[in-house]
């Protein structure tokens, strides 16, 4: 069964996107003056997807197209990303997307610092969306979430366990697109994906 086709959670009561806590924590992060790359961002990025997303992927950092659009993965990253989503069987409101950092950073680096200064308001996206499955990009969110997991290289496409839910780091889509290598690998990474996702969209209902 492909994972559009699994029956879903039964609903909860209020969808994170509408409450007045959402509301007021995307206002803080737009206004977020934490750390240096408020100085130079267009738009701060807080979130992509349905209003209340079952599975959540957790990206790096915006780029300049991100920058731009205010929206996460709307580059060329998020073409790749969103064909994996499609590929998964996932629908537009089942999913949602967040970064470790709201803020595009400068040469495509990720300072420490701003990863430190935007940890809370990825937490609290989370304990808001309160997804059932986790799904990062990339090691630097492995290693956010999941301390000590070991090599992306290593992990990838295996299920971890965040917060007493299964997560399952990718590597970072960017880095297929910079080394084609890595694409049987992504594709691969991402049929073993699909098949925890299956199993555990079904089995908790
Ligand atoms: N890469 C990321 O990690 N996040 C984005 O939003 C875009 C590219």
Redesign the pocket.
């Known amino acids: 069964m492909a994972v559009g086709d699994a029956p879903r959670t039964p609903r909860r009561a209020a969808a994170p996107l509408r409450t007045a806590a959402w509301r007021g924590l995307r206002r803080e992060i737009e206004r977020c003056e934490r750390c240096p790359l408020a100085g130079t961002r267009t738009h701060a ?1 807080v979130y992509r997807g349905g209003e209340r997303p079952t599975v959540v992927w957790i ?5 300049r197209a ?1 920058d731009l659009a205010g929206r ?2 709307v ?1 060329a ?2 073409r790749r990303l969103d064909r994996a989503i499609a590929d998964l069987g996932l629908g537009p409101e089942e999913f949602g997307i967040v ?1 470790l950092v709201k803020c595009r950073p400068p040469a495509n680096r990720l300072p420490r610092a701003s990863v430190v200064a935007c940890r809370p308001y990825l937490e609290r996206q989370l304990h808001l969306l309160d997804p059932r499955f986790v799904i990062t ?2 090691r630097h969110a492995l290693s956010e979430l999941v301390p000590g997991a070991g090599p992306i290289t290593r992990v990838a496409g295996c299920e971890l366990v965040w917060n007493g839910r299964p997560l399952v780091p990718l590597l ?1 889509p ?1 880095a297929i697109l910079h080394n084609p290598v890595l694409a049987p690998r992504w594709a691969d990474d991402l049929r073993r994906l699909g098949r925890v996702l299956d199993r555990v969209l079904r089995q908790t209902l």
């Open positions: 990025v990206g790096e950092a915006p780029g991100e996460p993965f580059g990253s998020g970064n990009l990339g970072h960017a």
